[in-house]
């Protein structure tokens, strides 16, 4: 059985996304009304609160936690979005990257109600799907232009991708060790923060001095655009060692910790968006929601004077959720056999 959407008046209008490649799991509705993405219901249960007592993810915790919520989640969405599966015209499902557990449920449930429901089934790519979440409710600030550069910053991933058009890309480049996700969360754990770290460490720079620790900023003279963040980590554990932490230790480390990682991020995005001479930079990824990182290349943006716009999801959308995967399918829609769907780890954006 093959269900293929190919031309654009039987793309689907409107789509049920799924995803559960982590420690969410997330169901959203979304309407397409000539190309503006309209957000029907949008539901996520997280188990963060249960990691949080490890200070990382148990895979198997999260995947156990993914086969109790995925079916309410989804359920749920429905309600919200006040649709019977009838009006729904297609499911869109994470395939990958992600905890094999975790995207299983995702993938083995979509494929199901495909089967049941009678609709075609659209597999995304989690990394592409976090820039989609830019395309979500028609901000105020406007919808990704092609071309632009896309930068995606998560907690396993940090790539710099050169957007042509929907599914044509480029891949430029990407961290060589710990994304920059990855490294708040490694830092955190380092001077006594629970995790998810990025937030906690958002929240203590804000009370504290980036000049009273001085850290190296990676890779400051290389001339690609790869980034690293494992020597960050390196030296915040020596300055530990030496150290005795308190509230104030705390509060100037968080705000030199995130001071390093956004001017990494932003020294190579600006690099890359120079030579590909592109006006727009879109960013993704829970790293995204950091407050700091926005402001910063704004202001770096002006400093340097160039023609740039930046485009970053509301917060909610930065981290992971489904509406991203609806939208994702919304402009990728080309379904193949549902059984030919399959969750795969390893997916990325560099092959
Ligand atoms: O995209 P995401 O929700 O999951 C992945 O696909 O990895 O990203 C999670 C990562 C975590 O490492 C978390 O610490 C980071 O995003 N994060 C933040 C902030 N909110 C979440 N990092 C810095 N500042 C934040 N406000
Ligand atoms: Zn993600």
């Known amino acids: 059985m093959t269900a293929i959407i ?33 957000l029907l219901s949008n539901i996520i249960a997280s188990s963060q609160s249960i990691h949080i007592k490890y200070g990382g993810i148990i895979p198997e915790q999260a995947a156990r936690e993914q086969v109790r919520s995925i079916i309410p ?80 910053v ?13 599914g044509r890309y480029q891949y430029l480049g990407g961290t060589r060790d710990d994304a920059a996700g990855e490294c708040f969360d490694k830092c955190a754990r380092l001077i ?60 100037n480390l968080s705000a030199s910790i995130e001071e ?11 690099k890359a968006a120079k030579l590909s001479n592109i006006e727009q930079i879109v960013i993704a990824g829970g790293v995204a929601a950091n407050r700091r990182l926005q402001t910063t290349f704004e202001e770096e943006i002006k400093t340097q004077g160039l023609k740039i716009s930046l485009l970053i999801p509301p917060p909610n959308l930065c981290t992971d959720n489904a509406a991203m995967i609806a939208a994702a399918g919304l402009f990728t829609a080309a379904a193949p056999s549902v059984l030919h769907v399959e969750a795969n780890p390893n997916l990325s954006l560099s092959n």
């Not at 031309?7 to 997330?26: R, V």
């Not at 995702?106 to 990394?127: F, Y």
């Not at 390093?260 to 600006?270: A, G, P, V």
């Open 6 to 38: 190919s031309s654009m008046s039987d793309k689907p209008q409107i789509i049920l996304g799924i995803e559960s490649s982590c420690d969410e799991t997330a169901c959203a509705i979304c309407l397409n009304d000539r190309n503006k993405i309209i």
């Open 154 to 166: 998560s907690g396993g991933h940090s790539d710099l991708v050169l957007f042509q058009d929907h």
């Open 192 to 251: 006594n923060l629970p995790y998810p770290g990025g937030p906690e460490i958002s929240k203590r720079a804000k009370l504290g001095d980036p000049t009273k620790f001085r850290l190296p900023v990676p890779m400051k003279n290389s001339g690609d655009f790869d980034f690293s963040f494992s020597g960050l980590k390196t030296a915040v554990s020596n300055t530990v060692k030496e150290l005795a932490l308190n509230e104030e230790t705390v509060n």
């Open 260 to 270: 390093t990682i956004i001017k990494h991020l932003i020294d190579k995005t600006i």
């Open 73 to 152: 989640v989804i359920t749920e969405a429905l309600d919200e979005a006040q649709l019977s599966p009838d009006k729904i015209d297609a499911i869109a499902v994470t395939q990958g990257p992600g905890l094999i557990g975790s995207l299983l449920v995702g993938v083995e449930t979509a494929k199901t109600l495909s089967l049941v429901w009678g609709k075609p089934l659209i597999p995304v790519n989690h990394l592409i799907g976090h820039f989609y979440a830019n395309w979500v409710n028609n901000r105020l600030s406007g919808q990704p232009e092609f071309p632009f550069l896309g930068l995606l």
